[in-house]
């Protein structure tokens, strides 16, 4: 093989590679964090923008899981969140790195503490991606420690 060839090659894979990565880097990506905060018995939802353009947020929907009854259950958008945010809510727009802080009602709360956190959340976006991924932790208020539930 002659020395045209491998620079040729050269050139290809790394064309290659850069596109990829430009590629990847535009990827929207949330990360949502169900968290309890002990002391409190209240829940939030803490959305951050991970990727490297802002994302608008139409919609967000949660079943939770009854232990005792076994089954999931769809939460009404009426219940999902505290009665102060219902209605500064969706659509919302977070830019890149930034971060916001959902609190939830307290009856879903209860909900869900009494479950240990077991929800399905799916945030949709306004071109129609749906973010289903999230961490559950808990927060000690008192030791200002976090808790992950797996």
């Known amino acids: ?6 620079i040729a090659i050269y050139g290809a894979l790394l064309s290659t590679a850069l596109l990829l990565y430009e590629i990847l880097k535009q990827r929207k990506r949330l990360t949502i964090i169900l968290e309890h905060i002990a002391w409190y018995e ?3 939802i803490i959305i951050t923008n991970s990727s490297r353009r802002s994302i ?14 076994s089954f999931w259950e769809l939460v009404p958008q009426n219940a999902l969140f505290d009665n102060e945010q219902r209605n500064e809510l969706f659509p919302l727009t977070i830019k890149k790195g930034e971060s916001i802080s959902l609190l939830l009602g307290p009856v879903l709360s209860d909900n869900l503490i009494k479950n240990r956190l077991q929800a399905r959340i799916t945030i949709t976006d306004s071109e129609g991606k749906k ?8 927060f000690d208020a008192k ?7 797996s």
Do not use: P, Q
Request: a negative charge; zero cysteines; hydrophobic letters at 40%.
């Open 1 to 6: 093989m002659d020395i045209e060839s491998i």
């Open 42 to 44: 209240r829940v939030h």
């Open 56 to 69: 608008s947020l139409s919609s967000m929907s949660m079943e939770v899981f009854d232990i005792e009854k």
């Open 131 to 138: 973010f289903k991924e999230f961490k559950a932790r808990t």
């Open 143 to 149: 030791w200002g420690t976090y808790h992950y539930i």
